[in-house]
């Protein structure tokens, strides 16, 4: 995979959902407050990762910005379809979110 910030968004997304699979396996409380902390690092992070590219219009990183959380509430609703059906729709799911 090229170094992109598009290749990076998919991996990251890809492991997010994985930690918030097995943190939601947890007592509740704790779980939610860790699934919470963790999605605020992941758009902390893509704001960093935004800023490094280089100086980008606000009303185009507002466009990017709404398209990786598009792109990353698909990815959990595919991936967590994948992991309660069977293991063809997961690996679907994981095609096309990382790829």
Known sequence: ???TFNTWFAITRLHVWMILTRCM?????N???LRNEVIVRLWQDV????????SIKPKL????????NDEFRT????LDE???????T???????TGF
């Open 1 to 3: 995979m090229e170094d």
């Open 25 to 29: 396996r947890e007592p509740k409380p």
């Open 47 to 54: 704001e960093t990762r935004l800023g490094k590219l280089g």
């Open 82 to 88: 994948g992991l309660l059906t069977d293991d063809i």
């Open 61 to 68: 990183k507002k466009t990017i910005l709404s398209q990786c």
């Open 75 to 78: 990815s959990l609703v595919a």
């Open 31 to 33: 779980s939610i407050r």
């Open 90 to 96: 997961l690996a679907g799911a994981l095609w096309r």
